[in-house]
């Protein structure tokens, strides 16, 4: 019985071995015929991988994996918000330029009519400027190779003038009154880009600010024309953040710090991994005691909603214009080891009362990015009675104020879209460009007149003895666009100020611009109204919090926690 128990512990072992080696004798001849109809394949816990990889091993034809990565990531990302997005690494230098203050390159604007690159003007010390380059001169080579009357593409001779910091490129330019080609050996250099477009005083008490986006250096440089436009005199402020669609948070938060006395809450964000994170005032900010109006538009987004909520929130500030865009999601960027990046949305922000403005994106991609074209349709940039908010979405401030979350910011005062200029005519010479052509072709032509300009005041008075309009209707008749005298007639005065704002702004940039165009710039005038108002002024000149007021806000904010279910749907 010994033995026998010792050869069946001996046996078995053999026999269970042959039985699996002949299995899978069995498994690799399946696996070799042609004809097979099924194969169930057992990824790993990374079933996408693992499905790359199979494609690159199995696929009938060589598949380039880079490629095939490219285009996946996008995809992939399509399916979570319309925010979220991958950037290949050849796009993500130009991606972030516009939000790092600056770009390396010769410091020159340009225009391209006729294939022909003219100068506009130059940066202010940098490398053009100081090789000699002029407004009006043509670029006719670069590095030796000719560009003129060649039709490349605007975007490829950026990229030909365009380089690496202390790179060298060679310009030659034709210049009016002289035989021979200029050539001017630049130096690239840092470009800065400047996110305050301008900053004046509209009138003795009144001071402008327009932010054209949240960058990196836009704090700085609206320190710099805050201190400015104290220095002249400015008691009230009017910060302009039509069209602009955000960058980054901090730019934002610090500015609403400006004006938010000690311990103010000016925004939160909050995301399913990222805790709660609170932004506070800190009571060292340069427009305490200064009346403050926003101005926004159905373009302005992300941290200017963030700015406009928080001083609208906070009773700080008098909100303008018509409703934001409604975007509430923050984005945090990835690098990867080849140069691309993903911006990942990570977290929602909340306005200081508890109001997510993130408009939904249930519907898609594509739904989402037409609401503005929907808005027009269905009437909301002309009645503000169009636009309808649920009871769960209203707020309540310190003062007690009503505001809504669920889409935006709504102002506190609605001006709708001005169309009494609009015709037939002005659409036809507006979507040709024509006024801009127009405009450049007039300063181009008078270049010598304008040479001593340095105030938009003057340039005014030159262009109200040119006929203006009269020329420009003879040029437009050219370009192929017939006079309408009574459209004509209706649309004189925006059709005038356009003209004569784009003519200044090639001479003096914005500072000759903004001054003029503010002639038929309703919401800025509604706002000039407003704040210049005493009482106006006054309400939204601190945040000192009324007693009843300040316990009716503890109240709503209470209910505001209990609703948590209905804050998470608005996304």
């Known amino acids: 019985m010994m033995y026998e128990n010792k050869r069946k512990d001996i046996l078995y072992p053999i026999g269970l071995a042959v039985v699996l080696i002949a299995g899978i004798l069995i498994g690799v001849k399946l696996n070799n015929t042609p004809d097979r109809k099924s194969l169930t394949v057992y990824p790993r816990a990374d079933k996408l991988t693992s499905v790359l990889e199979y494609v690159e091993n199995q696929y009938v034809d060589t598949?380039?994996?880079?490629?095939?990565?490219?285009?996946?990531?996008?995809t992939l990302l399509k399916h979570l918000d319309p925010h979220s997005v991958y950037i290949p690494a050849s796009e993500l230098r130009e991606a972030n330029e516009p939000l790092e203050g600056g770009f390396d390159g010769i410091g020159i604007t340009f225009n391209m009519p006729s294939d022909t690159i003219v100068v506009i003007s130059t940066i202010q010390g940098g490398p053009s400027e100081k090789v000699g380059i002029l407004a009006g001169d043509r670029i006719v080579t670069i590095n030796d190779s000719t560009v003129a009357g060649k039709k490349i593409d605007q975007n490829n001779i950026v990229k030909l003038l365009k380089g690496p910091n202390g790179t060298k490129v060679k310009v030659g330019a034709k210049r009016e009154g002289v035989e021979e080609l200029i050539v001017f050996e630049i130096i690239r250099d840092k470009i800065p880009l400047y996110s305050v477009d301008i900053s004046y005083m509209l009138n003795e008490k009144v001071g402008f600010i327009k932010i054209s986006k949240f960058a990196r250096t836009t704090y700085s440089e609206f320190l710099e024309a805050v201190s400015k436009l104290q220095l002249l005199g400015m008691e009230r402020l009017i910060i302009d953040l039509r069209g602009n669609t955000g960058g980054y948070l901090d730019a934002a938060t610090n500015i609403a710090n400006e004006f938010l006395p000690d311990g103010k809450l000016i925004v939160y964000t909050q995301g399913k991994a990222r805790e709660r994170q609170n932004i506070y005032?800190?009571?060292?900010?340069?427009?305490?005691?200064?009346?403050?109006?926003?101005?926004?538009?159905?373009?302005?987004?992300?941290?200017?909603?963030?700015?406009?909520?928080?001083?609208?929130?906070?009773?700080?500030?008098?909100?303008?214009?018509?409703?934001?865009?409604?975007?509430?999601?923050?984005?945090?960027?990835?690098?990867?080891?080849?140069?691309?990046?993903?911006?990942?949305?990570?977290?929602?922000?909340?306005?200081?009362?508890?109001?997510?403005?993130?408009?939904?994106?249930?519907?898609?991609?594509?739904?989402?990015?037409?609401?503005?074209?929907?808005?027009?349709?269905?009437?909301?940039?002309?009645?503000?009675?169009?636009?309808?908010?649920?009871?769960?979405?209203?707020?309540?401030?310190?003062?007690?104020r009503v505001v809504y979350g669920g889409g935006g910011i709504m102002p506190d005062y609605f001006v709708p879209l001005d169309t009494s200029g609009i015709t037939p005519y002005f659409n036809k010479v507006a979507n040709r460009n024509l006024i801009y052509r127009f405009a450049f072709d007039f300063t181009d032509s008078h270049r010598k007149d304008f040479a001593k300009m340095k105030d938009y005041k003057q340039i005014v008075a030159f262009l109200e003895k040119q006929n203006v309009i009269e020329k420009f209707i003879a040029f437009a008749k050219k370009s192929g666009v017939e006079s309408n005298p009574t459209?004509?007639?209706?649309?004189?005065?925006?059709?005038?100020?356009?003209?004569?704002?784009?003519?200044?702004?090639?001479?003096?940039?914005?500072?000759?611009?903004?001054?003029?165009?503010?002639?038929?710039?309703?919401?800025?005038?509604?706002?000039?109204?407003?704040?210049?108002?005493?009482?106006?002024?006054?309400?939204?000149?601190?945040?000192?919090?009324?007693?009843?007021?300040?316990?009716?806000?503890?109240?709503?904010?209470?209910?505001?926690?209990?609703?948590?279910?209905?804050?998470?749907?608005?996304?």
Request: net charge neutral; aromatic share 8%; proline share 2%.
């Open 487 to 571: 459209q004509v007639k209706q649309s004189m005065e925006l059709l005038k100020v356009q003209l004569m704002a784009s003519i200044a702004r090639n001479i003096i940039d914005n500072e000759g611009f903004y001054p003029i165009i503010r002639q038929v710039d309703n919401t800025l005038l509604k706002a000039i109204e407003i704040i210049s108002n005493d009482s106006t002024a006054q309400q939204f000149s601190h945040a000192a919090f009324q007693k009843s007021n300040y316990e009716l806000w503890i109240q709503a904010r209470e209910k505001t926690a209990k609703r948590k279910d209905v804050i998470a749907n608005l996304a």
């Open 63 to 74: 598949v380039s994996m880079s490629s095939l990565v490219e285009t996946t990531i996008p």
């Open 281 to 400: 005032s800190n009571s060292k900010g340069s427009c305490l005691k200064t009346p403050v109006a926003v101005l926004i538009d159905e373009f302005a987004a992300s941290a200017s909603e963030i700015l406009a909520g928080a001083l609208q929130d906070n009773d700080r500030g008098v909100i303008v214009g018509r409703r934001s865009f409604g975007k509430g999601l923050v984005q945090e960027q990835i690098l990867f080891s080849d140069g691309s990046a993903l911006r990942l949305t990570i977290a929602r922000y909340y306005t200081p009362t508890g109001r997510s403005i993130q408009k939904s994106y249930s519907s898609g991609n594509d739904d989402y990015f037409m609401d503005i074209n929907n808005r027009f349709l269905h009437g909301e940039l002309q009645e503000q009675d169009s636009i309808q908010f649920a009871d769960s979405l209203k707020f309540i401030t310190p003062k007690g």
